[in-house]
């Protein structure tokens, strides 16, 4: 055996995940996942593709796909979405194609979806889905956080909380729990449910090969 | 809402989880098991009960709790096993009572058992159980560590790699699998499995208190 074959414990060939980080406006799941990319290499944001006319700054490819209704239509026709919606006029979705390539380069990829999305994407890809939900550590911090991203009426605070309690009560669709406290501790804890995640037998496809290797038979 | 409500997310109850640790012999378990004791102070090592006779130096309700043939049986008729098997005539098992009380503490129990407890736990308790498969790194490795026991001769070392073969062969019956190829990174991976199981929404059953505290409805 040579010195390649005796290292590709190193390389066993795994199939990536979908990781989707969901949480009521406010419980810092942003800054939860901006961390993570930066952090990890091997996870990439999805990019959506949208009906939507591109804005200044935006960029194409990058920010979403930009691309007319005819093509997104006969996309949803084709079965072509792992998950799509329209809101107000302009139709967003995931398209599987770009997706599936990433899992099966061994990358995983992170969706910003709300739970009506998580249920589209557990649908149609249960297997590779990871789901986590992010709680604010109180109803108090989370009134904190609403109010502190400007100087918002009491109304509309008010209607924020009543948003982010309906979204709440969907935490138990989910895979996984965390409560974030603190940011670092929840980026952390994120990091560990991806390591235990890829460690998943079903996730690490070239196992069979490795252990046939070392000559069991399957 | 007084200071210790607002602290709640710190202690959201949760059920323990029982981990199984299987691989075959040489394939470096047992320093596993042994780092993850000492450096995890919510996980316990599960205690055996047995028929066989005390050997010097052995502690009653430690190494393993010691009974009669008589109580054993009489424990396996009333289904106060969750796994148990008989080795020349000597009665090992796993008594459910410890086990229940430790998780619904919530705190974890480990267990060191071969692919066929792993098989018969399952049976009794699939929702607890994690259970994680340890390969050796090649077989070369393998060969090295099970030679490096004792002078053995050549004809002991093929029958223990056959027997290792052999139990190499259940690997796919198991959640995780680790490949063994350094011991400080394999219990990193063992901790990380750990801390993302325990965030799962079906081991934190004191999340529902926790969300209607906030005002979620369910």
Redesign the interface.
Known sequence: ?SNDE?S???T?SRRGLMLVLSSPSGAGKSTISKALLERDAEIIMSVSMTTRPMRPGEVDGKDYVFADQGIFDAMVKANEFLEHATVFENSYGTPKAPVEKTLSEGRDVLFDVDWQGTQELERNARDDLVSI?I??????E?ERRLHGRAQDSDDVVKKRMAKA?SE??H??E??????N?NVDESVA?V???L???R???IR?PG??D??R??????
């Open positions: 055996m005796k590709s414990a190193m066993i939900f709680l604010p550590p109180s109803v108090e989370l309690t709440m009560s935490w138990n989910y895979d996984y729990i965390i409560v406290e804890r990091e560990a449910i390591a235990a995640e460690l998943k037998r690490q196992m069979l490795f252990v290797g070392m000559g069991v038979s399957q």
